[in-house]
């Protein structure tokens, strides 16, 4: 068996280096072989994990936040490597959703478990594994990585309330399978799975395990009522709005032109886009 474990970089001290210190101790608890990888860059993340699927590993385990599980994905999708994730970023949408503990001996137990195959969103070459979202959702996420603080979710919180007095609606276009829809968009998303911006459950019915995406998409509302809309996205009641669509499809094809797309916590392309939902495209450790 050979499993690696690719965490981010310790700084020498501090809360870091304690973190990454009982991650590697606790895996070593289950797998003593684990071979531990580390990277200074996305680049040189990126280089790692591809050479570990090109070696044929059995089991990939990450330690990090949604950002490092989408590197990952790119290369682990439709190979016979599993994932494994233990969630200790700032945002970790896709662990929270899919059930994955946010404690590190809990996480790392599943981690270490047998994997099933669950689907995953693809646009063009990108691989996404939970929401991709798009209007003001998406000024939210450009506003929010631009921040250094404050860290963990709230900084979609902060960011939210400086997108808010720049909210509009725009006309959008798409098509999902073979049906043709037109809204007075103010925020959509595409989910495979339940979450994003840090715990909010947009899509509270995705099951990335059912071979269709969810559509949600929240027509011209206003600044007071969308923020009563956001309280109630974070236990799905929001879906009870007037104001909100939902929708269901394996291939939706966004025509307008303009909208930028994010996935994952990262800027995937801009409209016009076509999104596919690949089932059984990744082979997770969840217990």
């Known amino acids: 068996m050979s499993i690696y474990l690719l965490i981010n970089p310790a700084a020498g001290r501090g809360k870091s280096y304690r973190l990454n210190s009982s991650i ?34 059995e089991k990939l385990i990450v330690a990090g936040g949604d950002g490092i599980v989408h590197l990952a994905i790119q290369a682990v999708a439709r190979s016979s490597t599993a994932l494994g994730i233990i969630p200790s970023g700032s945002g970790n949408d896709f662990a929270r959703a899919i059930g994955i503990p946010m404690g590190i001996k809990e996480a790392v137990e599943i981690a270490l478990s047998k994997p099933s195959k669950i689907d995953l969103l693809k646009v063009g070459n990108r691989w996404v594994a939970s929401v991709l979202t798009f209007g003001f959702s998406s000024d939210v996420n450009t506003r929010a990585n631009r921040m250094q603080r404050p860290k963990g979710p709230s900084r979609y919180t902060f960011a939210t309330l400086l997108c808010l007095p720049k909210l509009q609606s725009r006309k959008l276009e798409l098509q999902v399978d073979e049906k043709k829809y037109r809204f007075d968009l103010v925020l959509g998303t595409v989910a495979n799975t339940s979450d994003f911006g840090g715990g909010m459950k947009i899509a509270p019915n995705a099951d990335p395990t059912d071979g269709n995406s969810n559509l949600t998409l929240v027509t011209r509302i206003g600044r ?38 994010w996935g994952d916590g990262e800027l995937i392309g801009v409209s016009p886009i076509k999104i596919q939902l690949m089932p059984h495209a990744l082979l997770l450790a969840n217990g």
Do not use: C, M, W
């Open 24 to 57: 590697i101790d606790n895996v070593r608890t289950h797998y003593a072989d684990v071979k531990v990888l580390t990277a200074s860059s996305i680049e040189e993340t990126r280089s790692l994990i591809q050479n570990v699927v090109e070696r044929g590993a």
């Open 224 to 261: 007071i009522e969308l923020l009563r809309f956001f309280r109630r996205v974070f236990d799905g009641s929001h879906l009870l709005h007037p104001k909100v669509h939902t929708l269901e499809g394996n291939v939706i094809e966004i025509s307008t032109e303009g909208f930028d797309i």
